[in-house]
């Protein structure tokens, strides 16, 4: 059972360069999500879609675009990286938000040098 | 606006010894309450729920009951065992608000020693 599949798992990128996250859900789910992971502060939102066709903001949007391809993929892009985006990113996605149960990706290590 | 607040870890404990894991909260409507676990390497999963006040989630041997008088919702488990070593993140999401996505806490690293 593949579930919430990210890629790449590992990245290094310059300070200027961009990237995109690319992630990609087999349960037939309408949300989706990203977060970040940094020492202490727990998981923050960056940008949801609650259905294909819609995004939202989250907590820490500034500095990432999102794109809601399809049902099953969400992807997350850096266009300038800065070394303010070093971080753990991690994708979910959930059936339902009410229900609470989200289904995460392994994560994907950036580092911006 | 909404908040989770999570005790400072590392917490080490020797197997077989018991657990808490300190969760207050803040929250605008009425919040469902989640504990997640994350093992070394992987995602975050589901540990337990509860979705309204005074119910009891479970899994697993691990336990938190959701007390709305104290905006708590403390994990325990009885007897640990070094499998259970791993990052614990309490969260809610406050129904009827509109909101669509799970504020989380700081995480509490478990370290359980043989």
């Known amino acids: 059972n593949a579930g919430v599949t990210q890629t790449p798992k590992f990245q290094v990128l310059k300070t200027g360069q961009s990237m995109t996250l690319q992630c990609a859900q087999d349960?037939?789910?309408?949300?989706m999500y990203w977060y970040r992971q940094d020492p202490g502060m727990g998981l923050r939102l960056i940008y949801y879609s609650a259905s294909e066709g819609t995004t939202d903001k989250g907590e820490v949007p500034n500095g990432y675009n999102v794109s809601r391809l399809n049902k099953r993929e969400f992807s997350l892009r850096l266009e300038s990286a800065a070394p303010s985006q070093t971080s753990v990113y991690f994708c979910?996605?959930?059936?339902?938000?009410?229900?609470?149960?989200?289904?995460f990706g392994e994560g994907s290590r950036l580092t911006v040098l | 606006g909404d908040s989770v607040t999570q005790m400072e870890g590392p917490v080490t404990l020797s197997e077989e010894a018991f657990l808490t894991i300190n969760c207050t909260y803040t929250a605008t409507g009425y919040p469902s309450l989640f504990w997640y676990v994350q093992y070394p390497g992987e995602g975050l999963q589901l540990l337990l729920k509860a979705t309204k006040a005074d119910d009891k989630g479970s899994n697993k041997g691990f336990e938190a009951t959701y007390r709305k008088e104290t905006t708590s919702f403390h994990l325990e488990k009885g007897s640990v065992q070094v499998s259970d070593s791993a990052v614990y993140f309490c969260?809610?999401?406050?129904?009827?608000?509109?909101?669509?996505?799970?504020?989380f806490g700081s995480g509490t690293r478990l370290q359980v020693q043989p």
């Open positions: 979910a996605s959930s059936g339902g938000v009410v229900t609470g149960e989200l289904f």
């Open positions: 969260a809610l999401i406050p129904l009827y608000t509109g909101r669509r996505a799970l504020t």
């Open positions: 349960m037939n789910h309408n949300s």
